[in-house]
């Protein structure tokens, strides 16, 4: 069995039971997050031959950073439930890897902290109510280092999640959440999601931070247009999971559109959900995508074996990379084309 196969039974070993199923559990009825994985599987490659791939590479650059491989970790809350060390443990294991790492803005390590563990990082904001807060937590990234601002668009509630039992509110402990600004000032209305944001937020992202920003959340092909006419620098092909609208389409469906629809700019298109595999990869390549984010793996790792566990994980998946690159009949990911990939038309099949 491969090992990141047997990371979730492995860290639900290790967590509180509230704990595993927040990491584990989609909105709802759970069909998107359902869905995810199968999602990558209802592609099939159309491989070349008697190409020479005696040299592979998995190295690529995201908004200018060299990375080793296009695989990198997307930010998640409460990693100090996985690992005392939480964000910087993830930071130390995804720098090891010559990777990046999403931080979320819910993080429990200071910005600092994550930091000066290695990995280059890009902040994950929640627009709140009150912009103070967001300013403040901004303002924060950016003296601590941040490459770029990561836009969640699709939290304008927060999805419905059914427990059963305790929930993960019920055994975390304080100092877990929101290390980097100081929440006293503000009141719960302050704190809440906006709901009223447009397009005109990312210009004030970027004019507040001088960073790039990407937006994360996108699913149609309209929506990513708006985002990079307004000045987005990137785009996220994602569902939260399945953590948000459930039903929403699988993230491996949603990516030729939005790949489409920005062509022809200098925006560069990610995805999440469901990759588990280096063919998964593969494929999210081939349709588009820059790069690829890692959310719940991460976490198993993380929690399983440290930053050791997080450098493993990336890795076996550029080695899985490399050998589908190599079979695939491609040396490098800049020269995957869509014309590698067909939909299979019985749907999914398991690689």
């Not at 930071?91 to 890897?97: E, I, K, R, W, Y």
């Not at 967001?134 to 280092?145: E, F, K, N, S, Y």
Request: a negative charge; charged letters at 20%; hydrophobic letters at 45%.
């Amino acid at each position: 069995m491969r090992w990141i196969d047997t990371l979730e039974a492995a860290a639900a070993e290790k967590l509180p039971e509230p704990v595993h199923r927040y990491f584990r559990q989609g909105s709802a009825g759970g069909v998107s997050v359902g869905e995810a994985v199968d999602a990558w599987s209802s592609y099939r490659f159309r491989p070349r031959v008697l190409t020479d791939v005696s040299t592979i590479s998995t190295r690529t650059t995201v908004l200018g950073t060299p990375v080793a491989g296009p695989v990198l970790v997307a930010p998640t809350t409460l990693q100090r439930q996985a690992d005392p060390d939480g964000e910087a443990a993830m930071s130390a294991g995804v720098a090891a890897a010559g990777s990046v790492l999403g931080v979320s803005s819910n993080a429990g390590r200071t910005f600092a902290e994550i930091g000066a563990a290695g990995a280059p990082w890009w902040l994950q904001i929640y627009v709140t109510r009150n912009r103070d807060y967001t300013r403040q937590m901004l303002d924060a990234a950016v003296a601590a280092g941040a490459r770029a601002v990561v836009l969640t668009a699709d939290t304008p509630v927060v999805g419905r999640k059914e427990d059963d039992g305790p929930t993960v509110w019920d055994v975390v402990q304080p100092g877990h959440l929101r290390a980097n600004v100081d929440e006293s000032a503000y009141s719960d209305d302050d704190l809440a999601k906006a709901d009223d944001l447009t397009p005109d937020v990312i210009e004030w992202l970027g004019s507040i931070t001088g960073l790039p920003v990407v937006v994360k959340g996108v699913l149609r092909g309209d929506d990513a247009r708006r985002c990079v006419d307004a000045g987005a620098a990137g785009l996220i092909v994602s569902n939260h999971g399945g953590r948000q609208l459930d039903g929403a389409i699988a993230t491996a469906h949603a990516l030729p559109e939005v790949v489409q629809a920005v062509a022809g700019t200098d925006a560069e298109v990610y995805v999440d959900g469901g990759i588990r595999r280096g063919e998964h990869v593969l494929t999210a390549l081939a349709l588009g995508a820059r790069a690829v984010f890692v959310g719940r793996p991460a976490l198993w790792a993380l929690t399983v074996d440290s930053s050791p566990g997080v450098t493993r994980l990336l890795t076996d998946l550029y080695a899985e990379l490399t050998h589908a690159l190599a079979l695939v009949g491609v040396p490098s990911p800049d020269q995957l084309t869509p014309d590698l990939i067909t939909h299979h038309p019985h749907g999914s099949l398991p690689l």
